[in-house]
């Protein structure tokens, strides 16, 4: 778990003092905002925005949270939701690709679509399909809808979801953007307790440049990466082993890169 540091006692203010390590990419970030009931960062490098991690919620009420979601992949209203994913995935893949749903939740409609669609699906979910064995294969394609906000440690899971792709492959990622810093004070999305992570266009730049990756921005909450032959990350490490690297400054990086529609 990042640390924290202050010249203060943490226990009775001095917040705009503290630093703490970007939970995507290591940098110190400094102090961001506070509201009733959590204080959150920013990241300098990468531009994340997360929780305090003194105020991440326990798997207990994540999980008791995660109760009161109603995901029925026979609703019409929420296939219609996923399509934002579905389509611009769909429409890159091969026939009969085998993919991964990470974070599936209890009603998987989104591998339901692609199994439909005549590919070969697997589902993860550490509450609900729990299952080790399916993040052992490799993949043509691994979906992530509604779940990056959710990374407590966003740099490993994403390390981790890389290394399941096969070359080539597509990395999904469906998540509501921070679309600038002033409105993040009222944002609806921060009042969700399970919502730890939040994104921006620069985070996903940020995150195209350290993967090596193609990235297509194919809606406003939908960012697809593709994995190059250069993209050499491994599942247990983090995105950046140097805290103080800032990959999205090094111009190198950025020949790497297809940014677009």
Known sequence: MPQTRSGKNDEGGGDDQRTTRCTLCGT???FF???SARRYFRCPCCRLVFVDPRDLPSRENEYAHYQLHQNDPRDRRYRDFLNRLFEPMNARLTARSRGLDFGSCPGPA???MFTEAGHTMQIYDPFY????SVLQGLYDFITASEVAEHFHQPGEEFA???SLLHPHGWLGIMTK????????????????PTHVSFFSLETFHWLALRLQAECVVAGNDVVLFR?????????????????????????AASEA?????
């Open 110 to 112: 989104l591998s339901l």
């Open 257 to 261: 890169v297809l940014w677009g529609a």
């Open 227 to 251: 994995r190059t032959w250069r993209a050499e990350v491994t599942a247990g490490h983090r995105l950046s082993e140097d805290p103080g690297r800032c990959p999205a400054n090094e111009s």
């Open 160 to 162: 981790r979801l890389w």
């Open 177 to 192: 953007r921070l679309r600038d810093a002033d409105s993040f004070g009222t944002w609806h999305y921060k009042l969700d």
């Open 129 to 132: 399909a729990p299952d080790p």
């Open 28 to 30: 110190e970030s400094q």
């Open 33 to 35: 905002q506070k509201d």
